[in-house]
């Protein structure tokens, strides 16, 4: 600030500073053709807001903050983005009310930026009073309402909460429906949404067919170059992965991501995201020589477009990471998944999930290279730490349990290994679920835990029950009913050799 010049004068020159970035902001903020133009006005956006006082911010700085802060999340620096929005929050509600629908519209933005910095408990907080505030001011059927439920809905969804989240995403979607009818884009990301909704509660089965009818819907409605037609049949390939039918899911993401190279271009976050799920796919069905490649082509790509810092890099060299350790290559996979952890405390913090996945997937990688003393302990912590952050019943709290249970397992220590392994079964079965896949991949552990001591009475019939269940969720030929069947198989054989024996009590 110039001492020698009148306030007045400094006030009007920063609001004519203010309406010329807006003038000068690209139309989008998701075209990455944009970006460099965002990077460039970045600094003077930030400028103008440090050499300003809070409370003698404009309208027009006010949504500059907003777009700014929403285009740091979209980078991947949401923590970042947070300061602006708290500050454009703060400014829209002072010069608009609480109530005005760009508050409101703030007020969402700065939500989903807590959220993407993995901050619940602040997001989910503020999504439920901006529906709130929604239905109050606009009424249950205005278009911002139902996307303040869907915000909310998705909040639940990454908070482990499917018994909250399905609700709600069953709600927006009738009311979608009666409302904007069934050929609107934003009832269409609804069913979408809800199919991913029944995915992540365990439910595949049910998700198969909406994200077939959103698939056909959109490609008659928005044509099949759409990026949401190319994101549902990404959502397709992924469902059909779960419900094991593989011989669809390599070909759905084999099109996809050939469709998107021509479409939206090798350097796209969702050509880069589609490139990743293939990869993903190859590896699922056993085929590392050509997922290894992809994976190392992904991270390559991640790291120019992206930068080091962005949390879908971290995500891109974690799966390369677990893609080595597949491939029984811990020598290249352990120091990836530390510089991973590294990075994610850095840019992340420590009770971020993705911290959290990080320190467990470092934890295994020591396992899986017969270095238990290292990966105990982090197992150990991990599991701690999801239980402080994300409670006892969130899915990620209860794979940590299960895998500090099966370290001790490695380790021989049976006696710690097979309660933590009862109690995960008992919480897998309230909280998720007695069909959802990890309910049965707790029973067969628990059943495998059993067999290592010996105590083949209780492993059978869990086996049995394990496979049945498999059968009637994921079909025969799904790789893990194959399993359960070879279980069943050898442990009936080794209870058949026992009794001949006369041996059958059990070593612990």
């Given at each position: 600030?110039?001492?020698?010049?009148?306030?007045?004068?400094?006030?009007?020159?920063?609001?004519?500073?203010?309406?010329?970035?807006?003038?000068?902001?690209?139309?989008?903020?998701?075209?990455?053709?944009?970006?460099?133009?965002?990077?460039?006005?970045?600094?003077?956006?930030?400028?103008?807001?440090?050499?300003?006082?809070?409370?003698?911010?404009?309208?027009?700085?006010?949504?500059?903050?907003?777009?700014?802060?929403?285009?740091?999340?979209?980078?991947?620096?949401?923590?970042?983005?947070?300061?602006?929005?708290?500050?454009?929050?703060?400014?829209?509600?002072?010069?608009?009310?609480?109530?005005?629908?760009?508050?409101?519209?703030?007020?969402?933005?700065?939500?989903?930026?807590?959220?993407?910095?993995?901050?619940?408990?602040?997001?989910?907080?503020?999504?439920?009073?901006?529906?709130?505030?929604?239905?109050?001011?606009?009424?249950?059927?205005?278009?911002?309402?139902?996307?303040?439920?869907?915000?909310?809905?998705?909040?639940?969804?990454?908070?482990?909460?499917?018994?909250?989240?399905?609700?709600?995403?069953?709600?927006?979607?009738?009311?979608?429906?009666?409302?904007?009818?069934?050929?609107?884009?934003?009832?269409?990301?609804?069913?979408?949404?809800?199919?991913?909704?029944?995915?992540?509660?365990?439910?595949?089965?049910?998700?198969?067919?909406?994200?077939?009818?959103?698939?056909?819907?959109?490609?008659?409605?928005?044509?099949?170059?759409?990026?949401?037609?190319?994101?549902?049949?990404?959502?397709?390939?992924?469902?059909?992965?779960?419900?094991?039918?593989?011989?669809?899911?390599?070909?759905?993401?084999?099109?996809?991501?050939?469709?998107?190279?021509?479409?939206?271009?090798?350097?796209?976050?969702?050509?880069?995201?589609?490139?990743?799920?293939?990869?993903?796919?190859?590896?699922?069905?056993?085929?590392?020589?050509?997922?290894?490649?992809?994976?190392?082509?992904?991270?390559?790509?991640?790291?120019?477009?992206?930068?080091?810092?962005?949390?879908?890099?971290?995500?891109?060299?974690?799966?390369?990471?677990?893609?080595?350790?597949?491939a029984g290559d811990p020598a290249r996979a352990v120091p990836l998944h530390e510089q991973t952890l590294a990075d994610r405390l850095r840019v992340l913090g420590e009770d971020h999930p993705d911290t959290l996945k990080s320190r467990n997937s470092l934890a295994v990688a020591y396992q899986d290279a017969g270095n238990l003393p290292r990966a105990i302990p982090l197992f150990e912590q991990t599991l701690a730490d999801r239980?402080?952050?994300?409670?006892?019943?969130?899915?990620?709290?209860?794979?940590?349990?299960?895998?500090?249970?099966?370290?001790?397992?490695?380790?021989?220590?049976?006696?710690?290994?097979?309660?933590?392994?009862?109690?995960?079964?008992?919480?897998?079965?309230?909280?998720?679920?007695?069909?959802?896949?990890?309910?049965?991949?707790?029973?067969?552990?628990?059943?495998?835990?059993?067999?290592?001591?010996?105590?083949?009475?209780?492993?059978?019939?869990?086996?049995?029950?394990?496979?049945?269940?498999?059968?009637?969720?994921?079909?025969?030929?799904?790789?893990?009913?194959?399993?359960?069947?070879?279980?069943?198989?050898?442990?009936?054989?080794?209870?058949e050799l026992r009794a001949a024996d006369g041996s059958d009590q059990p070593d612990w």
């Amino acid at each position: 600030d110039n001492p020698h010049r009148r306030p007045s004068h400094i006030d009007q020159a920063r609001a004519q500073a203010a309406i010329n970035l807006s003038n000068a902001l690209p139309p989008t903020l998701d075209e990455p053709a944009t970006w460099p133009a965002w990077r460039t006005l970045l600094p003077h956006i930030e400028a103008l807001a440090d050499h300003a006082a809070p409370d003698a911010d404009t309208d027009t700085i006010a949504l500059l903050l907003d777009w700014v802060g929403v285009f740091l999340t979209d980078q991947g620096l949401p923590t970042r983005g947070i300061i602006y929005l708290r500050r454009s929050v703060t400014a829209a509600e002072r010069l608009l009310g609480e109530n005005h629908p760009d508050t409101l519209k703030s007020r969402n933005n700065l939500a989903h930026a807590y959220e993407k910095a993995g901050d619940l408990a602040r997001a989910i907080p503020l999504f439920e009073q901006n529906l709130a505030d929604h239905l109050r001011v606009l009424g249950e059927d205005h278009p911002h309402a139902l996307i303040s439920r869907s915000n909310l809905a998705i909040a639940y969804q990454g908070a482990g909460d499917p018994a909250r989240a399905v609700p709600l995403h069953e709600q927006t979607l009738a009311d979608r429906l009666r409302v904007l009818g069934e050929d609107h884009p934003d009832t269409l990301s609804s069913r979408d949404s809800l199919a991913r909704a029944y995915r992540e509660a365990g439910d595949p089965a049910r998700a198969v067919p909406l994200h077939e009818q959103t698939l056909a819907d959109r490609l008659r409605v928005l044509g099949e170059d759409h990026p949401d037609t190319l994101s549902s049949r990404d959502n397709l390939a992924v469902a059909c992965q779960e419900v094991g039918d593989l011989a669809r899911v390599i070909p759905l993401f084999e099109q996809t991501l050939a469709d998107r190279l021509r479409v939206l271009g090798e350097d796209h976050p969702d050509t880069l995201s589609s490139r990743n799920n293939l990869a993903l796919a190859y590896r699922a069905a056993g085929d590392l020589p050509r997922a290894i490649p992809l994976h190392e082509q992904n991270l390559t790509d991640h790291l120019r477009v992206l930068g080091e810092d962005h949390p879908d890099t971290l995500k891109s060299r974690n799966n390369l990471a677990l893609a080595y350790r597949e491939a029984g290559d811990p020598a290249r996979a352990v120091p990836l998944h530390e510089q991973t952890l590294a990075d994610r405390l850095r840019v992340l913090g420590e009770d971020h999930p993705d911290t959290l996945k990080s320190r467990n997937s470092l934890a295994v990688a020591y396992q899986d290279a017969g270095n238990l003393p290292r990966a105990i302990p982090l197992f150990e912590q991990t599991l701690a730490d999801r239980l402080r952050v994300l409670g006892e019943d969130h899915p990620d709290t209860l794979k940590s349990r299960n895998n500090l249970a099966g370290a001790y397992r490695a380790a021989g220590d049976l006696p710690r290994a097979i309660p933590l392994h009862e109690q995960n079964l008992t919480d897998h079965l309230r909280v998720l679920g007695e069909d959802h896949p990890d309910t049965l991949i707790s029973r067969d552990n628990l059943a495998l835990a059993y067999w290592d001591v010996g105590d083949l009475a209780r492993a059978i019939p869990l086996f049995e029950q394990n496979l049945a269940d498999r059968l009637r969720v994921l079909g025969e030929d799904h790789p893990d009913t194959l399993k359960s069947r070879n279980n069943l198989a050898f442990a009936r054989q080794q209870g058949e050799l026992r009794a001949a024996d006369g041996s059958d009590q059990p070593d612990w």
